[in-house]
């Protein structure tokens, strides 16, 4: 009797697997449909091009490096285009305050759920760019990488990472005041380069501890290392503006050093998680900015 419970058992179980295996199996299989939503989203990367002047530290190499970010928002629809905007800056090269048009067509869709994108950005001529992705966890998230670039920076590279926020094809509107409340804590990786006959450019860093009210002033502290210089705390104060769908303007004061620093971002994670690029001086033109290069990201850590 024993035995017969036994085997009773041991076919139940490989029934339950039988199915359990192609159900697993399925999770992995992608159509433009699991693409469809609004994306938050950012690329990193630099544009390298070996020089041959005698690097000013011995233990650097000589070559001259464009770095690269943009942070944006993009939605999808199960058609497979795409419709939404960024910020960006590559090298002296600065977007600007107002977000660059976005329209993206998916031109691969593979049931193992990468595929390719294409989109043109605005120039003279505008630079065509393709890029392969990957999606993750059932779309909610994709990375990419650039196969292709026309009439643009074709030594560029970059990942991409995109974050769902909402799965339809209508933009979200559900972000307000109340998504920047509480309190946060950003990372930033500068390079800034200071005005002299011979500038000088530095990586700098900075952690910013903040405390938004539902206003949307805050207060806080900068703790930062410029370049040799470290130890670098300061406070800070400033205001932030959420919008409908999540993007944001980040007004960043520094009275110490009589600075102002407007940054833009969107929220992910209903507003737990950001990306910026707090780089953006009104007061100055692009090329006069000390800051080349900026990328942020923000966690809240309290209520």
């Known amino acids: 009797?024993?035995?017969?419970?036994?085997?009773?058992?041991i076919v139940s179980l490989l029934a339950?697997?039988?199915?359990?295996?192609?159900?697993?199996?399925?999770?992995?299989?992608?159509?433009?449909?699991?693409?469809?939503?609004?994306y938050v989203f950012y690329d990193r990367g630099s544009s390298s091009i070996v020089d041959t002047t005698v690097a000013l530290y011995p233990l650097?190499?000589?070559?001259?490096?464009?770095?690269?970010?943009?942070?944006?928002?993009?939605?999808?629809?199960?058609?497979g285009v795409g419709d939404g905007f960024y910020w960006m800056r590559v090298g002296s090269l600065n977007g600007g305050f107002d977000p660059v048009p976005l329209h993206v067509t998916i031109t691969e869709m593979n049931g193992d759920c990468t595929g390719k994108f294409s989109y043109t950005v605005p120039g003279t001529p505008p630079a065509t760019i393709e890029e392969r992705f990957i999606l993750t966890d059932?779309?909610?998230?994709?990375?990419?990488?650039?196969?292709?670039?026309?009439?643009?920076?074709t030594t560029l590279v970059w990942i991409g990472t995109g974050h769902r926020i909402h799965k339809s094809s209508e933009p979200p509107k559900f972000c307000g005041p109340?998504?920047?409340?509480?309190?946060?804590?950003?990372?930033?990786?500068?390079?800034?380069?200071?005005?002299?006959?011979?500038?000088?450019?530095?990586?700098?860093?900075?952690?910013?501890?903040?405390?938004?009210?539902m206003a949307g002033d805050y207060t806080g502290t900068?703790?930062?290392?410029?370049?040799?210089?470290?130890?670098?705390?300061?406070?800070?104060?400033?205001t932030i503006t959420v919008n409908p769908d999540c993007s944001f303007t980040n007004t960043l004061n520094i009275p110490a050093l009589g600075a102002s620093i407007v940054g833009k971002g969107v929220y992910f994670n209903e507003g737990k998680e950001y990306y910026m690029m707090p780089l953006l001086n009104p007061d100055l033109p692009a090329d006069q900015q000390g800051i080349k290069y900026s990328?942020?990201?923000?966690?809240?850590?309290?209520?």
């Open 1 to 9: 009797m024993r035995t017969r419970i036994t085997a009773l058992v």
């Open 16 to 38: 339950c697997l039988s199915f359990a295996v192609p159900a697993a199996r399925a999770r992995g299989t992608c159509s433009l449909k699991t693409f469809e939503g609004t």
């Open 60 to 79: 650097h190499w000589s070559a001259a490096i464009a770095p690269f970010v943009t942070v944006g928002e993009v939605t999808v629809t199960s058609e």
């Open 138 to 153: 059932d779309g909610r998230e994709f990375h990419s990488l650039p196969t292709s670039i026309t009439n643009g920076v």
């Open 178 to 213: 109340q998504t920047a409340q509480g309190s946060y804590l950003t990372s930033v990786e500068n390079i800034v380069e200071f005005n002299a006959p011979t500038p000088p450019a530095f990586a700098d860093v900075l952690l910013l501890r903040t405390d938004v009210s």
């Open 222 to 238: 900068m703790y930062e290392k410029l370049g040799p210089d470290g130890g670098i705390q300061l406070p800070v104060s400033g």
């Open 295 to 303: 990328f942020a990201r923000g966690t809240r850590i309290g209520e």
